[in-house]
């Protein structure tokens, strides 16, 4: 009678859980950063009987950990990417659930007049033309892709260029103190808003969306994923319940919410 017991509870854990393993998810620093990552994070782990590793670094890397099969899931915003990393097999099943958004940020004395400006290659051109200093992340991250990119538009590259090597929450500081621009995502200069004197520059182009994808690592390429735990993860933060708490997230603090939901249940 009591190995019977045993069984089933075994069988209840593993049912209700992620197999014999922990879930290692490779996810991006504004996640971390904003907070949202904790809250989801806590969320899945009441009704799962199974532990989320998050490993927060930039989507470059947090690829680069997929490909060679450190961790099970992915949790990035760089579009490119992982549209490459899917078609060489990396990635068995690729979602896209939600978004926000990059804006330029810069000194409240706006040296290079950015603010006002109509198009966004034009920001640019002015932080060149009036030798403004720009700050970069120049991390491999999503962020820094989407940069790249923008500059390449804009046709230009500014003389005045400093590259953090760091995550987004340090390269605000570091731009706050040296009184440059900077490219962030808008989350995480909402919840460091209070700790810095930018301000926002350019918003509002929708070249500036930045979404956020899911992926699951292919277990034909990479035996010890956890696949089983890496769908459950998956499956909670496409569910009702997980929209409502991106959905909410950051609208008493910010009086509106830091990310939007965008999978349709």
Request: net charge positive; with cysteine.
């Amino acid at each position: 009678m009591g190995n019977l017991k045993i069984l089933l509870i075994v069988l209840i854990v593993f049912s209700l859980g992620c197999g014999p393993k922990v879930v290692k998810l490779a996810t991006t620093t504004s996640l971390q950063d904003t907070g949202l990552l904790d809250l989801l994070i806590d969320e899945f782990h009441k009704e799962n009987y199974c532990k989320i590793q998050a490993i927060a670094i930039g989507s470059g890397q947090a690829i680069q950990l997929g490909k060679q099969g450190e961790v099970d899931i992915l949790l990035v915003h760089s579009p490119s990417d992982e549209i490459e990393f899917m078609n060489q097999g990396y990635g068995s099943k690729r979602t896209t659930f939600m978004h926000n958004n990059f804006v330029i940020l810069g000194p409240p004395n706006d040296p290079a007049k950015v603010k006002g400006t109509k198009k966004l290659t034009d920001a640019f051109r002015k932080i060149t033309n009036s030798n403004a200093l720009f700050i970069s992340r120049a991390d491999n991250s999503g962020t820094y892709k989407k940069e790249k990119q923008l500059w390449s538009k804009a046709g230009v590259f500014p003389k005045n260029y400093i590259e953090t090597g760091q995550g987004m929450s340090r390269t605000i500081w570091i731009t706050n103190e040296k009184r440059g621009y900077t490219l962030s995502d808008k989350a995480t200069y909402s919840v460091l808003k209070k700790t810095t004197d930018l301000i926002i520059v350019y918003e509002n182009d929708d070249v500036l969306i930045n979404p956020y994808s899911l992926i699951l690592v292919n277990k034909d390429k990479s035996p010890k994923v956890n696949d089983e735990g890496a769908e459950k993860f998956m499956n909670f933060i496409l569910s009702k319940k997980a929209k409502g708490i991106i959905e909410n997230f950051g609208k008493q603090e910010h009086n509106q919410p830091l990310f939007s939901y965008d999978y349709q249940l």
